[in-house]
């Protein structure tokens, strides 16, 4: 074949990776609502604008370009900056934890560090173990690794060693699961733990929410069970995940996973590939804004507004829609789950609905990729005040009733068989 006739035979066109037409619309609806006006956006986990430290911030930018040019606008080491990776171990040292510097690698927030995770854990076709419903924002990150999915079924009582076994990885969000806004109890934690040194399965814990604790007092992390007596976390099977998203600001784009040597540094040589090096400034600010307390100072703030919001949204939910969607009281985090009591509703028709209407809400099929999970909702209570929750609400039950869905109709048990099976 000769060089003319390979060009003459290729297909018009790019041609793009098979993955891309599996992708779902949910997190481009919710950042394209913040431009629809009037619309109460109920879906995506986003923050108060008025919690965001924005003058602290600008002033710690400022004067972080003026102390460390080089860091903040120059290139800089792939695993982070060494003052912000020593101070990140330093918190949680103070937790208990035996981190040193070698244990923490920084990352662009949460996302990318699930996108290094799959990238050095897995080839196309293996399988993840996790709760189902879980993450979305997960899901996307690994999809070009093709990986299949298995329910581990933590609240059902399975055999976890056996659900984890040959498994590539186990995720889980043990505080405040995104979506349904669960809090894995500490028998839990120590089963979840106890399965995954028996099985040899490495145990991620994704920790966005942590700090979100409005009810009671909070849990030990697996990190910090799993490490509790160790002189390091060079045996640790637990590979954690934090961000400054829910803490500070989102826009930061700061994170880290704390693992054992070995595996930061094989997450190190794929982050290279990523984008070379995370972002200098952010990272100043971000050490900056831990050694200076601002994260301390914020927070009384974000618990309060966020607690009363969360209240405010189920007594709402209460008020119009308790006929048609069942869910429990989250003890904190961003979201509430709520399942539909008549298995015949078409979520993405509520959706689109309910949007015409003037209400975005989350439907729950993106966080099942298995297809076991009945029709779901997910719905936050931080972005919008009390009074558009409760007035979302509403717009959200006229949406039933448009929809012809009846009041109080249930079509299965309370507990749902494909999860059980």
């Known amino acids: ?5 390979l060009i003459d035979s290729r297909p ?14 949910f997190t481009s609806r919710n950042i394209a609502a913040a431009s629809i006006p009037g619309l109460i956006n109920l879906s995506g986990g986003m923050p108060d604008p008025s919690l965001l430290p924005a003058k602290a911030l600008s002033a710690i930018a ?8 080089d860091d903040c606008l120059g290139y800089g080491p792939t695993p982070g900056l060494a003052d912000l990776r020593e101070t990140v171990a330093q918190r949680f040292r103070a937790r208990g934890v035996p981190a040193k510097a070698e244990n923490v690698l920084i990352t662009a927030s949460g996302t990318q560090a699930l ?3 799959g990238k050095i854990f897995t080839t196309s076709g293996d399988t993840i173990a996790c709760e189902i419903p879980s993450y979305a924002g997960a899901f996307d990150a690994w999809r070009p690794r093709n990986p299949t999915y298995r329910h581990l079924g933590l609240r059902e009582g ?3 060693a056996a659900r984890m076994a040959g498994a590539a990885f186990t995720y889980m969000i043990p505080n405040f699961s995104n979506p349904t806004g669960y809090l894995v109890t500490l028998e839990e934690r120590q089963k979840l733990l106890a399965a995954a040194r028996v099985s040899g399965t490495p145990l991620v814990e994704d920790d966005p929410y942590g700090a979100l604790f409005y009810d009671g007092e909070p849990l030990p992390t697996l990190l910090e069970l799993a490490s509790k007596g160790q002189e390091n976390l060079d045996d640790c099977p637990i590979i954690h995940l934090g961000s400054l998203s829910k803490q500070l600001a989102p826009g930061m784009r700061v994170g880290w996973i704390i693992a054992a040597p070995e595996t930061i540094r094989m997450l190190s040589t794929a982050k290279q590939a990523s984008d070379m090096c995370s972002n200098g400034l952010a990272q100043r600010m971000a050490v900056k804004a831990m050694q200076t307390g601002l994260i301390e100072e ?3 703030r974000i618990i309060a507004l966020y607690r009363a919001r969360r209240n405010a949204l189920c007594a709402a939910m209460a008020r119009h829609i308790g006929d048609y969607v069942r869910w429990e009281v989250p003890a904190g ?4 789950w709520g399942t539909l009591l008549d298995t015949t509703v078409d979520v993405e028709r509520l959706v689109d609905l309910g949007m015409q209407a003037g209400v975005l809400i989350g439907p729950g099929e993106p966080f099942d990729p298995l297809g076991i999970v009945p029709p779901s909702i997910r719905l936050s209570f931080t972005y919008c005040d009390e009074a558009k929750l409760d007035q979302g609400m509403a717009r959200l039950a006229q949406t039933f009733k448009a929809m012809g869905v009846q009041p109080g109709a249930r079509t299965y048990p309370a507990t749902s068989p494909s999860l059980t099976s």
């Open 333 to 336: 985090g961003m979201f509430v």
């Open 298 to 300: 914020c927070h009384p």
């Open 1 to 5: 074949m000769t060089d003319r006739s």
């Open 115 to 117: 996108d290094l995770l």
């Open 12 to 25: 018009a066109g790019p041609r793009f990776a098979p993955w891309l037409a599996k992708t779902n619309p």
């Open 158 to 160: 399975r055999d976890l």
């Open 62 to 69: 400022a004067q972080a370009i003026l102390d460390y040019p």
